[in-house]
């Protein structure tokens, strides 16, 4: 077992959240503190100009009153809920699962497992023990042996096989593809964390559109140090790039708790209800589908951060990352968010999906 770390139509008259589950695009925040108190203050703030509480808090995730008020009250408040867990250890927890949308209806939009499951390879697979005393032989390999785990290890494997299956999300900053293949749902690509949102959402969407799974962001820390998040104007920019690129869910992370509410401050509420107010009104001017799409190689999970990135965390960039990075600026520049990133895969056909593709080593 590999040990990893942790667009739609716009009606304006009716995106509040509505029980039939006719949102058109789910927005609102993570809580990432312990109480109930905590949380209610939170949901109070925002419930106003967001519909999605992400109950997103280890401890929470634990304690099923805890759980049960918290998931109560925000849907009490008209929140859709996502609720997250980073272990199914605890006895209470399938069960719950299994009966939250009979109990929250169609405002239990489903788990949040674990995070950043392939991103995190990049940085923690040459140090992982069962990699080290087992080295793949190759990416292919490597591959396998991530999706296997994935869809085999308690966990994302116990969500898919309870009676009531949740959609299974997750967030990660690299490497959705695989995300995807191993069994997720749905991928909240993280950005504010001074890379390419532009590349992010080709990677992301991408990879949604030709596996037929949906997408989302979470702005997460522009910095390590405080105030963590991006000030308010550029996560209002972050929001709008992402829901004009035809993201399902837009999310802004909230830990850890440097005031009541977690590290949001009034410039970030102004900007979460300037977005709520533009989405009110105004019908997403996206590109989706793209315009063109760019395929990479088969297995080739080359984390594109920067032109030295790893590929899996176990190999170093190889001859043929210079030709990618190059190919994937080009078209970047050529296209901007018209752009979608995949890789080769015999299970899909991307001529049914677009107009124009382009692959890897192709004369640009």
């Given at each position: 077992?590999?040990?990893?770390?942790?667009?739609?139509?716009?009606?304006?008259?009716?995106?509040?959240?509505?029980?039939?589950?006719?949102?058109?695009?789910?927005?609102?925040?993570?809580?990432?503190?312990?109480?109930?108190?905590?949380?209610?203050?939170?949901?109070?703030?925002?419930?106003?100009?967001?519909?999605?509480?992400?109950?997103?808090?280890?401890?929470?995730?634990?304690?099923?009153?805890?759980?049960?008020?918290?998931c109560d009250y925000?849907?009490?408040?008209?929140?859709?809920?996502?609720?997250?867990?980073?272990?199914?250890?605890q006895s209470w927890?399938?069960?719950?699962?299994?009966?939250?949308?009979?109990?929250?209806?169609?405002?239990?939009?489903?788990?949040?497992?674990?995070?950043?499951?392939?991103?995190?390879?990049?940085?923690?697979?040459?140090?992982?023990?069962?990699?080290?005393?087992?080295?793949?032989?190759?990416?292919?390999?490597?591959?396998?042996?991530?999706?296997?785990?994935?869809?085999?290890?308690?966990?994302?494997?116990?969500?898919?096989?309870?009676?009531?299956?949740?959609?299974?999300?997750?967030?990660?900053?690299?490497?959705?593809?695989?995300?995807?293949?191993?069994?997720?749902?749905?991928?909240?690509?993280?950005?504010?964390?001074?890379?390419?949102?532009?590349?992010?959402?080709?990677?992301?969407?991408?990879?949604?559109?030709?596996?037929?799974?949906?997408?989302?962001?979470?702005?997460?820390?522009?910095?390590?140090?405080?105030?963590?998040?991006?000030?308010?104007?550029?996560?209002?920019?972050?929001?709008?790039?992402?829901?004009?690129?035809?993201?399902?869910?837009?999310?802004?992370?909230?830990?850890?708790?440097?005031?009541?509410?977690?590290?949001l401050t009034p410039?970030?509420?102004?900007?979460?209800?300037?977005?709520?107010?533009?989405?009110?009104?105004?019908?997403?001017?996206?590109?989706?589908?793209?315009?063109?799409?760019?395929?990479?190689?088969?297995?080739?999970?080359?984390?594109?951060?920067?032109?030295?990135?790893?590929?899996?965390?176990?190999?170093?960039?190889?001859?043929?990352?210079?030709?990618?990075?190059?190919?994937?600026?080009?078209?970047?520049?050529?296209?901007?968010?018209?752009?979608?990133?995949?890789?080769?895969?015999?299970?899909?056909?991307?001529?049914?999906?677009?107009?124009?593709?382009?692959?890897?080593?192709?004369?640009?």
């Amino acid at each position: 077992m590999i040990t990893v770390a942790l667009f739609f139509l716009v009606n304006p008259l009716n995106l509040a959240p509505s029980g039939d589950g006719g949102t058109s695009v789910y927005f609102g925040v993570t809580f990432s503190s312990n109480t109930t108190v905590e949380a209610e203050l939170l949901i109070d703030k925002v419930k106003s100009y967001t519909n999605l509480l992400v109950v997103d808090s280890g401890p929470v995730s634990k304690n099923e009153t805890t759980m049960n008020e918290i998931c109560d009250y925000a849907t009490n408040a008209n929140l859709n809920i996502i609720v997250y867990f980073g272990k199914i250890d605890q006895s209470w927890q399938l069960p719950w699962i299994n009966n939250a949308k009979n109990r929250f209806g169609d405002r239990f939009l489903g788990i949040y497992f674990y995070d950043e499951p392939a991103g995190s390879l990049l940085e923690t697979g040459s140090t992982d023990d069962y990699l080290t005393a087992n080295p793949p032989q190759n990416y292919e390999a490597m591959t396998n042996l991530f999706i296997d785990s994935w869809q085999t290890m308690p966990g994302l494997h116990s969500l898919k096989t309870l009676e009531n299956p949740p959609t299974a999300f997750t967030s990660d900053f690299a490497l959705y593809w695989f995300d995807y293949k191993a069994g997720y749902d749905v991928v909240l690509a993280q950005v504010g964390l001074n890379q390419s949102i532009t590349q992010d959402i080709a990677l992301v969407r991408g990879a949604a559109n030709v596996q037929n799974k949906s997408w989302g962001a979470i702005v997460t820390y522009a910095s390590d140090e405080q105030p963590y998040l991006e000030d308010g104007d550029k996560l209002y920019q972050d929001m709008v790039t992402a829901y004009e690129n035809g993201a399902k869910y837009i999310v802004v992370f909230n830990y850890p708790k440097t005031n009541e509410y977690g590290i949001l401050t009034p410039e970030h509420f102004a900007a979460l209800e300037k977005f709520w107010n533009k989405i009110q009104t105004s019908p997403p001017q996206h590109n989706a589908p793209a315009q063109a799409v760019l395929a990479l190689p088969k297995d080739y999970a080359w984390g594109m951060r920067t032109p030295d990135d790893t590929i899996w965390g176990l190999w170093s960039a190889d001859a043929k990352a210079p030709q990618i990075w190059n190919a994937t600026q080009t078209l970047l520049n050529r296209y901007g968010t018209g752009l979608d990133i995949v890789y080769e895969d015999s299970a899909f056909s991307l001529a049914d999906k677009y107009s124009q593709i382009y692959f890897w080593n192709s004369t640009l």
